[in-house]
Every structure is written in C-alpha cells, then in structure tokens.
C-alpha cells in the first residue's frame, strides 16, 4: 500500500478549509467520512501517489491528476480526470454536470451507494492509471471559439454550481475568461487564476466587472 499524505488526514479531520465551516463540525466533510476513507484505502492501493491540492485529495500519476475526490453537501464524488476516455462497461459513471466533457465520477450519498459498486473500484481505476500512461487525451470543447482549458473543466469539478454559473454567463463574459485563463502558459498559473476568478463567476459576473 502506498503511504499515506498527512495532508489527506488533515483533511478528513478539518476539511478542505475552503469556507468558515472548515475545522467545525459543520465542515461538509463529515458528512462522508466513512465513505470517503474506503474510497481513500481503493486509490492507495493503486500505483498512484496521494496529494492534496485546491483542498482535496488529489491521486498523482508521474505529477499528472489522475483521480480525485470531491465533496458537496448532498454527495461526495471519486472524479476521474479523463473519463470520458474510460469503457465503463457497468455504467456507474456519470456527468459531473450537463456541460461537462472529459471528467466523470460516481457519486455516493449513502453507504449504500458504495456497497454496490465497491467491487468494481479496482477495474475502474486501474483504467484510469492506463488511460494517463498512455498519453490519451479526449477532444476538448470549444466554446465562442475558443477550447475550454482542461483546468477549468477540473475546477467545475471541484466547485459545486460553478459549471452552471459559467455557462449562464454572456458569450462575451465567458470568452473574455478564457482569454484570461488561456494566455498563461503554465499550467499552475491557469488555476491560480481561475480560482481568483471563481467568485466573480458565481454571482454572474464578467473578468472586468
């Protein structure tokens, strides 16, 4: 088994510390604890490595985001970075949301949820650490014109109604955004803006609002 990141227990006991709940016993977290640390004992006995980055587990191939887990008030998610690339044969994958392209996840809001398909975690990812080692990359949507960088599409994800807030937004807010995001080259640099931008998005604001 892979060892364990400090930083991953850290947030299984505080949360992502991402809004004032964090470090209470209101943080969201603790609503999926139990389910969160099966799924966290599945991806440790992969080759992936454990990170947590933007407040999450985040489960690293060679540096490259493979598998993430996510948590909201009514869910907590195993995202697959790319995996629409995946065969899904059981067809427990689903669209993080309707404007969502490369990632996929399964969803768990009981304990239930995980029994069933508990089984098949293994297969699905080892898919996902085959699909990264090869290369593969899936189309990327274009929007106004322009592709939609795969760091947005990862912070979709993580953000819960940010997909919707983004494309409720003007054609013309939403390509002045990723005029923003895209012209920074580094790929760091791109989420680093994204995330400085979320809040501006969410409440249906344009960049130079």
């Known amino acids: 088994m892979n060892p364990t990141n400090p930083q991953v227990d850290r947030f299984l006991l505080e949360g992502c510390m991402r809004c004032s709940k964090g470090a209470t016993p209101d943080c969201k977290v603790h609503r999926w604890t139990a389910i969160l640390e099966k799924l966290r004992q599945h991806l440790l ?11 999450v587990p985040v489960y690293t ?16 998610v195993m995202s697959f970075i790319k995996g629409s690339l995946m065969k899904d044969p059981e067809g427990i ?12 996840i399964i969803r768990f809001t009981k304990i239930e949820d995980l029994e069933k398909v508990e089984a098949l975690l293994p297969q699905y990812i080892q898919e996902a650490i085959e699909i990264e080692k090869s290369g593969k990359k899936s189309e990327v949507p274009i929007r106004g014109g322009m592709e939609i960088p795969e760091e947005l599409t990862q912070k979709f994800e993580e953000h ?12 013309g807010r939403q390509r002045g955004y990723l005029i923003h995001f895209t012209g920074a080259k580094q790929a760091a640099t791109r989420l680093s803006r ?6 501006k998005i969410m409440v249906g604001k344009g960049i130079m609002d």
């Open 45 to 55: 006995r992969s080759n992936l490595a454990e990170d947590r980055k933007w407040g």
């Open 61 to 76: 191939l060679s540096g490259k985001n493979v598998i993430l887990l996510g948590v909201f008030n009514d869910s907590c």
């Open 93 to 104: 994958l689903e669209l993080p949301g309707p404007n969502s392209h490369e990632g996929r």
């Open 160 to 171: 819960e109604g940010l997909e919707k807030a983004f494309f409720t937004l003007t054609p």
């Open 194 to 199: 994204i995330e400085k931008c979320v809040a």
